[in-house]
């Protein structure tokens, strides 16, 4: 869970009223983050548009490397015998599963 200091958390009403300010804070870095609370919980959270890229680049690559993942398992069982696969059924009696409560 991301931890926030005292002066990073703003009630939704306090941030509309400082959002110049607010938004400018986290433009020149003195915030990272800001966090916007509506009834006490957090309803939203403010970063710089660097951070935001950033971090839609990492996603980018697990989700490129997730991909390859799956691509490379696909690829090895291709040659597997179809003898040498298990079934769902005989998989799930293995592990003590009721297939009728999975859905």
Avoid at 11 to 32: C, M, P, Y
Avoid at 81 to 89: G, K, N, R
Wanted: proline content about 1%; hydrophobic content about 35%.
């Amino acid at each position: 869970m991301v931890k926030y200091a005292q002066n990073e958390l703003f009630s939704i009403t306090d941030f509309t009223k400082q959002i110049g300010s607010a938004v400018g804070s986290i433009k020149e870095h003195t915030l990272e983050k800001i966090g916007i609370l509506k009834n006490n919980r957090l309803e939203a959270v403010v970063i710089s548009t660097d951070e935001y890229e950033r971090l839609k680049e990492i996603e980018e690559q697990v989700t490129i490397a997730e991909h390859s993942s799956i691509y490379q398992a696909v690829e090895a069982r291709k040659d597997t015998p179809l003898d040498e696969y298990v079934s769902m059924d005989d998989m799930a009696k293995k592990f003590d599963i009721d297939m009728d409560k999975v859905s």
